[in-house]
């Protein structure tokens, strides 16, 4: 089965063609800068040199009727696929499903009416979500299109972890409350750690997913019971440009000194705050450690910040859980940055993790961190979100295709 995977957002379309259920990659890529004459469309195919263009592209189904073209046509080797309706699935990611959505599903008119309705939550995601998802439906028509939602490994949390103590009455009538996003990433390294852990059906695992957004999630079982991101993606950890966790009345108070209006605010938090508001310097992880080892004294205060909270929430976790079993990295910093996992890791003592020094520095890609002697498991695991769209499209169709009677335990049959 042909998958083809799709990451649309405001101004590009990431993607990736699978074969499965080998998850072998055939082809994957970009088209960045959509809307402008000069878009920039990358392909990769592997064992190739990338194929790269600039070139006018003004919407997603101009940019994904570029990418189909790219797939059929021949760059440096053989096409990739002698013709488009070899594409058996589209999977695309949406990143909120809210409380509608507890799995991923097969794309329906309903399905697009919950999506539009949810971009009052996602104003910035999901309307994109949904162009791709009509590009491909008018580009492959027929093809079966599933939706993978960022929330939905969250959705089951607990009500006591997922509601903010606000009046009741806005729960009721704005739906505000923790949804909690990265949900693929936290799944597919909770996944990963259960099979490394051997018999990990029930183990109790804290996930951190540290890229430009962090957030950190208690898994148990195959959902989350609570994560770091709430309402929005702001909440919870220090981030690249976002604050994270903040006294909401500390924020009221700076509004009305500054005077600022609800834009300014929300651009405050979202993109001049975390280790760019504290460093003074850049959000970016590598240069923040390059100025703290030259001595930069803001950059060092952004990582002491940075672990700090991190550590704050395993041990958060830790209760939430009843007990920790293993504790996983992942996402640009989390995969890449020892020092960023020496700083937490080597504070957990007090749970029965003991971190390996050595290990965590000459960790790269997936990697067992702690101690032999260490009671619970410290990884590094790359993340991998498309592979789990990939997964979930497969089990979607092929659910549908069954006979219903096949698929309800106790439906009678014959
Ligand atoms: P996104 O959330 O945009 O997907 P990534 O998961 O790619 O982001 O993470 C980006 C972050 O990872 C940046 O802060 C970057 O500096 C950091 N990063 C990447 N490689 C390294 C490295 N070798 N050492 C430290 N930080 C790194």
């Given at each position: 089965m042909k998958v083809f995977v799709l990451n649309s957002g405001s101004s590009s379309v990431k993607y990736k063609l699978y074969e499965m259920p080998d998850e072998a990659v055939l082809a994957s890529g970009q088209v960045e800068r959509i809307g402008m004459d000069d878009a920039a469309v990358t392909h990769r195919v592997p064992g190739r040199e990338p194929y790269r263009v600039q070139e006018e592209i003004l919407?997603?189904?101009?940019?994904?009727?570029?990418?189909?073209?790219?797939?059929?046509?021949?760059?440096?080797?053989?096409?990739?696929?002698?013709?488009?309706?070899?594409?058996?699935?589209?999977?695309?990611?949406?990143?909120?499903?809210?409380?509608?959505?507890?799995?991923?599903?097969?794309?329906?008119?309903?399905?697009?009416?919950s999506i539009r309705e949810l971009s009052e939550l996602a104003p910035l995601h999901n309307p994109h979500n949904l162009a791709g998802i009509e590009?491909?439906?008018?580009?492959?028509?027929?093809?079966?299109?599933?939706?993978?939602?960022?929330?939905?490994?969250?959705?089951?949390?607990?009500?006591?972890?997922f509601l903010y103590a606000l009046p009741h009455v806005l729960y009721?009538?704005?739906?505000?409350?923790?949804?909690?996003?990265?949900?693929?990433?936290?799944?597919?390294?909770?996944?990963?750690?259960?099979?490394?852990?051997?018999?990990?059906?029930?183990?109790?695992?804290?996930?951190?997913?540290l890229g430009n957004g962090a957030s950190i999630a208690a898994v148990q079982g195959d959902h989350s019971i609570d994560t770091s991101m709430g309402f929005t993606p702001l909440e919870g950890l220090m981030m690249g440009t976002r604050s994270g966790d903040v006294d909401a009345g500390a924020l009221l108070y700076v509004m009305a000194r500054e005077n600022l209006s609800l834009a300014e605010a929300d651009a405050m938090l979202n993109k001049h705050s975390g280790v760019l508001g504290i460093s003074g310097l850049a959000s970016d992880m590598?240069?923040?450690?390059?100025?703290?080892?030259?001595?930069?004294?803001?950059?060092?205060?952004?990582?002491?910040?940075?672990?700090?909270?991190?550590?704050?929430?395993?041990?958060a976790y830790a209760a939430a859980l009843n007990g920790?079993?293993?504790?996983?990295?992942?996402?640009?910093?989390?995969?890449?940055?020892?020092?960023?996992?020496e700083d937490v890791g080597a504070s957990l003592g007090y749970l029965g993790a003991e971190l390996d020094p050595e290990a965590n520095r000459a960790a790269r890609g997936e990697a067992l961190i702690s101690t032999p002697h260490s009671r619970v498991r410290l990884y590094v695991v790359p993340t991998d979100e498309e592979v789990v769209i990939a997964r979930d499209t497969v089990a979607v169709v092929t659910a549908d295709r069954e006979p219903v009677a096949a698929r309800r335990p106790g439906a009678r049959r014959g």
């Open positions: 919407d997603h189904t101009t940019a994904i009727q570029r990418v189909l073209g790219l797939l059929t046509e021949a760059h440096d080797g053989a096409a990739v696929l002698q013709r488009i309706d070899e594409i058996d699935a589209v999977g695309h990611r949406v990143v909120h499903g809210g409380e509608a959505f507890h799995g991923s599903v097969r794309v329906t008119p309903a399905v697009k009416r590009a491909a439906e008018e580009l492959l028509p027929g093809v079966p299109q599933v939706a993978v939602f960022d929330t939905a490994f969250h959705a089951r949390m607990p009500r006591h972890a009721r009538r704005y739906a505000v409350r923790r949804y909690g996003f990265h949900g693929s990433s936290h799944r597919y390294v909770a996944e990963r750690v259960r099979t490394l852990l051997g018999d990990g059906g029930t183990a109790r695992i804290i996930t951190c997913h590598r240069e923040i450690e390059e100025a703290a080892d030259a001595g930069n004294e803001t950059a060092r205060l952004a990582l002491e910040m940075y672990a700090y909270r991190i550590r704050k929430y395993i041990g920790v079993d293993a504790i996983a990295f992942t996402a640009g910093i989390g995969e890449h940055s020892w020092r960023v996992r």
